[in-house]
């Protein structure tokens, strides 16, 4: 490990000072997609799948609203690398790459979640 590299872990936020800052951030925002997904992230990386999971289905549903489709597609892409057998998030998938004109992409994920049903 280089000097740059001993000193940006030495500046670099811990994870529990990142935690508690974007806790607190989301206090004050609680409908910001971006801020969820981080926190999710964090939740993730630190192993609180649960959590985690939560916090991302919250972020796609906030991106969904919002108009974001592609991303909610991502973050829920993200659930499925997390959990595959979640029907909820595959349906929710399903749905949004329907409703984004990428049938093809829909009725491969529909015939993946019909082999894991």
Same mark, same amino acid.
């Given at each position: ?11 670099? *936020? ?15 925002? #609680?409908?910001? *997609? ?43 892409? #993200?659930?499925?690398?997390?959990? *595959? ?21 829909? #009725? $491969? ?6 082999? $894991?049903?």
């Amino acid at each position: 490990m280089g000097i740059l590299d001993s000193l940006k872990k030495l500046l670099a *936020p811990s994870a529990r000072d990142e935690r508690s800052d974007l806790e607190r951030k989301l206090r004050t925002a #609680q409908n910001d *997609p971006q801020l969820r997904q981080k926190y999710a992230m964090v939740l993730l990386r630190r192993g609180e799948i649960t959590g985690g999971l939560s916090e991302l289905a919250k972020a796609g549903e906030l991106y969904e609203k919002g108009g974001f489709a592609t991303k909610g597609i991502a973050v829920i892409r #993200q659930i499925l690398k997390y959990d *595959p057998a979640n029907l909820d998030a595959r349906k929710r998938l399903i749905g949004l790459l329907a409703l984004e004109g990428l049938s093809g992409d829909a #009725q $491969h994920e529909l015939e993946k979640t019909a082999e $894991h049903a």
